[in-house]
């Protein structure tokens, strides 16, 4: 089975802080996505990559950026959190064939006061 | 740009009873896919089911079936004898097969499934 991984279910974080969220898939998968839901917007796509060290801006990038130095691992980087990046953040994979399935992590929950 | 939108924000239905999830969607594409994931309590979404535009014939999946409607640009999820465990978030999705194959999410219906 496909296994994607976050570091964290809940973090809390200060306003101003410099905050880290990491993701591992295990299927050697070549895209990976970062979302963030919130209640009654559904999943937004911050980022994404295709390839190693290769990203794209989603649709609401700003306050975020990302790293994607290994195949298996994106890391979402906040660089100055602030509170209204208090959310959930999905993490996703696909390996870009016509199957298409994304497959998601367990999510992290920040909150950030 | 294609949306997704879900017009029915929370659905409560009694145990063994059938209900449906609407979602209607914009897209100039040809080529497209549909999906419905799951995501239930603090629990990792997952997919439920996906139709290939191409496709005329509507997928199933064991009590999970959708009414794909091409030229109203809608899918309905219908889940048939509702089980307790069917009490979840329930996203539309839409993406096109090319690229990054990226995907666009509606709203998401909170489905509750009472005993």
């Known amino acids: 089975d496909v296994k994607v991984t976050q570091s964290s279910r809940y973090l809390v974080k200060r306003t101003g802080e410099k905050v880290f969220l990491e993701c591992v898939q295990d299927m050697d998968h070549e895209n990976m996505f970062w979302y963030r839901q919130d209640p009654g917007l559904g999943l937004r796509l911050i980022y994404f990559?295709?390839?190693?060290?290769?990203?794209e801006k989603g649709d609401i990038p700003e306050g975020y950026s990302v790293s994607r130095e290994k195949k298996e691992r994106f890391s979402l980087i906040l660089e100055s959190a602030s509170t209204n990046q208090t959310s959930m953040y999905l993490c996703a994979s696909t390996t870009g064939t016509a199957k298409i399935e994304q497959y998601f992590g367990p999510g992290t929950r920040l909150t950030v006061t | 740009a294609q949306t997704v939108t879900q017009s029915q924000p929370e659905m409560s239905v009694q145990e063994a009873e059938t209900v449906t999830l609407s979602c209607t969607y914009d897209?100039?594409?040809?080529?497209?896919?549909l999906f419905w994931y799951k995501q239930p309590p603090s629990r990792q979404m997952i997919l439920v089911i996906r139709?290939?535009?191409?496709?005329?014939q509507n997928a199933t999946e064991n009590r999970f079936s959708v009414n794909f409607q091409k030229a109203a640009k809608s899918f309905s999820l219908k889940i048939s004898d509702s089980q307790l465990g069917d009490t979840a978030m329930y996203f539309c999705?839409?993406?096109?097969?090319?690229?990054?194959?990226?995907?666009?999410f509606g709203q998401g219906t909170r489905l509750t499934i009472n005993p």
């Open positions: 990559s295709y390839d190693v060290k290769m990203k």
């Open positions: 897209t100039s594409e040809s080529n497209y896919y």
């Open positions: 999705a839409f993406a096109i097969p090319q690229g990054a194959q990226k995907l666009v």
């Open positions: 139709q290939e535009a191409y496709k005329q």
